[in-house]
């Protein structure tokens, strides 16, 4: 079976400080692994994804995640948050083509001027 | 390419009445998804088609929900009848024969 956690649902940062949002899966294969973003009142839109290549992987708008098998984590960073940052992430999980997602409950980032 | 249409993007209707909501998938994704989005319960899958066959259905809430996928360019998620716990925000996702769920707007629907 599949599963994400994230890990705090609600995130404060300053305007200019580190971003870092909180996801681990669980998974029987090797996973595909998903960061969106939802700004209000807006569907979800695809950050960025892990499949199976680097596992450093750059996304847009400046953030990157990190695959790591050892700790079964795909963390979300970023080095300077924007005020145009705040919205709500979701961390999924996939097996891969066509294949359903299991998404986790969502972290909403404020950035605190 | 337009993206993936929903429509209506708002409902407001009375319990008991028949919704209708609408997908168009990305031309050329095989595969559909529809979702739903509450605070209490985050985002849930309710059923998705691959080929416009249903491949798993085990989210639909109860009998009072149905969807149809009649072709590859059309989808529908219906509920009759409606309920005022059925107010939502329900989003259609596509994907093309690779990995990424590419996301409508969504659709708000809420019920009095």
């Known amino acids: 079976a599949q599963s994400v956690t994230q890990l705090g649902s609600h995130v404060s940062v300053s305007e200019g400080a580190l971003v870092l949002l909180r996801c681990n899966y669980s998974?029987?294969?090797?996973?595909?692994l998903f960061w969106y973003v939802q700004y209000p009142n807006q569907g979800l839109q695809l950050l960025l994804k892990y499949t199976s290549a680097a596992t450093l992987v750059k996304g847009i708008n400046g953030f990157e995640a990190e695959f790591k098998k050892s700790e079964t984590s795909f963390h979300l960073t970023k080095p300077s948050a924007h005020m145009s940052d705040a919205a709500e992430y979701f961390c999924?999980?996939?097996?891969?083509?066509?294949?359903?997602?299991?998404f986790g409950t969502g972290t909403s980032l404020t950035v605190i001027p | 390419d337009a993206g993936v249409i929903q429509s209506p993007r708002h409902e407001v209707t009375e319990m008991g009445q028949e919704v209708t909501l609408r997908c168009k998938p990305i031309?050329?994704?095989?595969?559909l998804f529809w979702y739903r989005q509450t605070m209490m319960r985050g985002l849930e899958l309710l059923i998705y088609?691959?080929?416009?066959?249903?491949?798993?259905d085990s989210g639909m809430p109860e009998d009072r929900f149905s969807a149809k996928m009649p072709n590859a360019s059309f989808s529908t998620l219906k509920i009759q009848p409606s309920e005022p716990r059925d107010s939502a925000v329900y989003f259609c996702?596509?994907?093309?024969?690779?990995?990424?769920?590419?996301f409508g707007p969504g659709t708000r629907l809420t019920v009095l």
């Open positions: 999924a999980v996939s097996e891969g083509t066509g294949n359903q997602f299991y």
């Open positions: 088609f691959n080929n416009n066959v249903p491949i798993d």
């Open positions: 996702a596509s994907s093309p024969s690779t990995d990424t769920q590419y």
């Open positions: 031309s050329g994704h095989n595969s």
């Open positions: 998974s029987s294969v090797p996973p595909y």
